[in-house]
T-cell receptor, first 111, second 114 residues
Framework: AQRVTQPEKLLSVFKGAPVELKCNYS??????LFWYVQYSRQRLQLLLRHISRESIKGFTADLNKGETSFHLKKPFAQEEDSAMYYC?????????????FGQGTTLQVKP | DAGVIQSPRHEVTEMGQEVTLRCKPISGHNSLFWYRQTMMRGLELLIYFNNNVPIDDSGMPEDRFSAKMPNASFSTLKIQPSEPRDSAVYFC????????????FGQGTRLTVV
């Protein structure tokens, strides 16, 4: 079955500490993965996608097909990173772009 | 472009009443999605359309839920009759589809059924 799993509902760290938000997926095809972020009182928006292999706001994510993971990492967390983070998988690649999401992880960065 | 526009932003209704949520996708986008967000289940895909045609409605929880997309610039999600367990935030999103699968989300409609 196609599925995205984010095992942590809440991750709390201190400012300056490293952050890793976990995401695992289950998909028989070639995965296209994304991280979306929802800041307080703002709409859900794309943070990064694996095909871009870019760093956005200091965050990176590497696709590991062997472990079927796409963890989101940042070496030094900032207070403004506090938000809800969703990992998403496109299960209709090259067609209509059907996205399914994990349950989300709330990141809380304490001063 | 103002992005994906949803209305109303908040809706409080009594159990048994009909509720209609509305969405205007970004102009030129071919795919439109309806999601439901709850604390317990996160973001669930309810239904999605491509070129105004419903492609997959397997996520619609029950027959009480229905969605339409009469044209490229408008979609509705209807719940009839509504129940307290339908209380959630409902998001609409659109994307270019095949050429670019990035989804752009609306602000959401917070539905409370009492």
């Amino acid at each position: 079955a196609q599925r995205v799993t984010q095992p942590e509902k809440l991750l709390s760290v201190f400012k300056g500490a490293p952050v890793e938000l976990k995401c695992n997926y289950s998909y028989s095809g070639s995965p296209e993965l994304f991280w979306y972020v929802q800041y307080s009182r703002q709409r859900l928006q794309l943070l990064l996608r694996h095909i871009s292999r870019e760093s956005i706001k200091g965050f990176t994510a590497d696709l590991n097909k062997g472990e079927t993971s796409f963890h989101l990492k940042k070496p030094f967390a900032q207070e403004e990173d506090s938000a809800m983070y969703y990992c998403a998988l496109n299960i209709d690649s090259g067609n209509t772009g059907k996205l399914i999401f994990g349950q989300g992880t709330t990141l809380q960065v304490k001063p | 472009d103002a992005g994906v526009i949803q209305s109303p932003r908040h809706e409080v209704t009594e159990m048994g009443q009909e509720v209609t949520l509305r969405c205007k996708p970004i102009s030129g986008h071919n795919s439109l999605f309806w999601y439901r967000q709850t604390m317990m289940r996160g973001l669930e895909l309810l239904i999605y359309f491509n070129n105004n045609v419903p492609i997959d409605d397997s996520g619609m929880p029950e027959d009480r839920f229905s969605a339409k997309m009469p044209n490229a610039s408008f979609s509705t999600l209807k719940i009839q009759p509504s129940e307290p367990r339908d209380s959630a935030v409902y998001f609409c999103a659109s994307s270019l589809g095949q050429t670019n699968t990035e989804a752009f989300f609306g602000q959401g409609t917070r539905l409370t059924v009492v």
